[in-house]
Every structure is written in C-alpha cells, then in structure tokens.
C-alpha cells in the first residue's frame, strides 16, 4: 500500500482532491533537471497549475519534488528520511523508529503511512493471519509459527481464519499446518485487492513480526493486531524497536504475552496515522 496514496486518501475525506502523478522513473536526467531549474522551464511531465501539494515517496523523488515547489509552487511534503537536507522541505513525515532530530516541520508517526481505511465496528469472528519469512530482523523458526496458529485456532474456535502467505514463506510450514480447520491461501493467489478486502473484514488479525508494514497496515484497519512470537536477531533494528515500543504500549500483543492471558479482553486501539498526518499539514496550511 502506497504511503502517498494513504495520505491523499486522507486528505479526501475532508477536501476535494484534483490529483496528478508524476512517475519518478519517467523524469528526465539530472542534468535536464538542472537546465529547468537554470531557465525556469517546466518540465513536460508537470502538469499545469499551482499545486497546494506536492507528495513525494522514495529517494528518487526528493530533488523533483523540490524542483517542482521552486518552478510550479506549492508546499513540498516528502514521506520519508530525505536523502536531501530536512530543511528545504516544507513537511518530513518519517516513521519514530527513524530517530530523526526534532525540527518544526518534522512529522513523526508510527510507522510508515498506508492506504488501508480505517472501519469501526469490526466482525470479531472474522480472522486473517498473515505469515512472512526469514528477515534480518528476527530468526524465523516455522515450527514454532505453526505451534502458535494451531493454539491460537483452538483458543478462538468460533473465529473463521484465514491464513496466508508471503514470498518468504518457507514451503515446509504449510506442510506443518496439514490438517488444521482453517482456509490457507498461498500468496500466489492473492493480489493487493484481495488483501484490502480482507483487511477490511476482519476483526482479528495476527501478523509475524518479521512482516512489520502489514502490522501497521492491520492497525490502520481497526482490527485487534496481535503478533507470532519470534527470537529478535542478533543484530540491532530500528524497525524492530518500533514494533516492539508498540508492544510495550499495548497497541499489540504479542502471542507469548496473549499465551499467558488468552481470555484478557482486548479492543481495536485508535490508530490512524493518515488522517493525522493529513489533518496536521491541512490545519497547517488553512
């Protein structure tokens, strides 16, 4: 899911959007760039008009979102750690986990932004698991991730799961989970569509920690976020420090801890980065 996309989303719930995109791989050259800039020149991929803003992802758009502030207008918002000095533009929205140094157009969030709606009112009996890999930031043990679903279905029996799995996903875990009453759907059968559909349908949602952008998305989508329970690899890991802060805060649970107390009552945490990140730069620029 796209952060930009999740942004602009946002921002349509409260204003009309007039949107153009502006593909970074289909700008021209560096030093085409400088020749715009030199002369004052709109580059042909801009569209026309003055843009209240312009939203950039990814390293490779940081100095055309700047150029394109400096020729066409608007405020500049880059939704990551800019490669480029934090103080040519307007907003730098970037995850906590980041660590970067506090400034007035700074904008922290928790994780990084995504386009998965937020819905109230969840069916509860409706759950989806969502299995990754190995990753550098935990040491996958699939015996010990199959332990955990079976357990988690006989806890929660009135629940209907389903389980899917991702590109890392070692083929021997399935074969560790034959038998078990639950719908397993293999990533090959599933596009980015199917996932939204089922992000906004379930209630209860389980993610390994190795897969820490679908746990915020899970978050963004209202459901009760839990997390498989998996060694940390040696190595350090901001991002691994920001799912485990959310942890710690009870924005999840971890499976060890929901071990202990699978009874405990939990209810959906208030997580919805995107319309705060959007109400924030519209509040800002009214």
């Known amino acids: 899911m796209s952060q930009s996309d999740g942004l602009i989303a946002a921002i349509r719930k409260s204003h009309d959007v007039v949107e153009s995109v502006v593909d970074a791989n ?81 904008i922290e969030t928790k994780g990084v932004l995504n386009a998965v709606p937020f819905v109230l009112e969840k069916d509860l009996q409706k759950g989806l698991m969502l299995i990754g890999g190995e990753s550098k930031h935990y040491e996958w043990d699939g015996s010990r991730i199959a332990t955990q679903v079976k357990k988690i279905v006989s806890q929660d029996k009135k629940v209907k799961w389903i389980l899917t799995t991702s590109r890392r996903t070692p083929k021997s875990l399935l074969q560790l989970l034959e038998g078990l009453e639950i719908e397993i759907v293999p990533f090959e059968e599933t596009d980015a569509t199917w996932l939204l559909k089922l992000y906004k349908a379930s209630g209860k949602i389980w993610v390994t920690p190795d897969s820490v952008s679908m746990v915020y998305e899970s978050l963004s989508s209202g459901a009760i976020t839990n997390v498989f329970s998996l060694e940390p690899s040696k190595n350090t890991s901001r991002v691994r420090s920001g799912l485990e802060q959310l942890i710690v805060n009870k924005t999840v649970c971890s499976f060890d801890s929901w071990d202990r107390d699978a009874e405990h009552k939990r209810v959906p945490s208030e997580f919805n980065e995107s319309e705060r990140v959007a109400n924030i730069i519209l509040d800002d620029i009214a």
Request: glycine share 6%; with cysteine; proline share 10%.
């Open 26 to 106: 289909e700008t021209p050259s560096a030093c085409a760039m400088f020749f715009y800039w030199l002369f004052r020149k709109r580059p042909a991929v801009f569209p026309a008009g003055t843009p209240d803003l312009i939203i950039g992802a990814g390293h490779r758009t940081h100095s055309w979102i700047l150029l394109a502030r400096s020729i066409c207008g608007g405020r500049a918002v880059v939704l990551m750690k800019p490669s480029l000095p934090l103080k040519r533009f307007d907003y730098v929205v970037v995850p906590k986990h980041d660590y970067v140094q506090p400034r007035v157009n700074v």
